[in-house]
């Protein structure tokens, strides 16, 4: 897991501070448009994800991993476009 930084109220992981299979893992699985970018003491970070968003990505990971590894996973065909309430 990567370090909790916060600024300005605002906490967050950088994506550089985790071990490298994770940062694989986040740039290959990770919303693009949820990686932002904060500058701080004038300095560029633009891999810096906010916890919650990464927690949820985690929570989500392992989740999948637990169901790879009991065989559980399954391919389910869901319908698109219906609405559960008229």
Request: charged share 25%.
């Amino acid at each position: 897991m990567g370090t909790i930084e916060n600024f300005k109220g605002i906490a967050f992981v950088r994506i550089s501070s985790m071990p490298k299979e994770q940062q694989e893992k986040v740039w290959n699985s990770f919303e693009k448009d949820k990686i932002i970018k904060i500058i701080k003491d004038q300095a560029l970070m633009n891999d810096c994800i906010l916890y919650t968003d990464y927690a949820s990505w985690q929570s989500r990971q392992s989740t999948v991993q637990q169901q790879t590894k009991a065989g559980s996973v399954q391919n389910v065909d869901l319908p698109i476009g219906k609405l559960a309430f008229k």
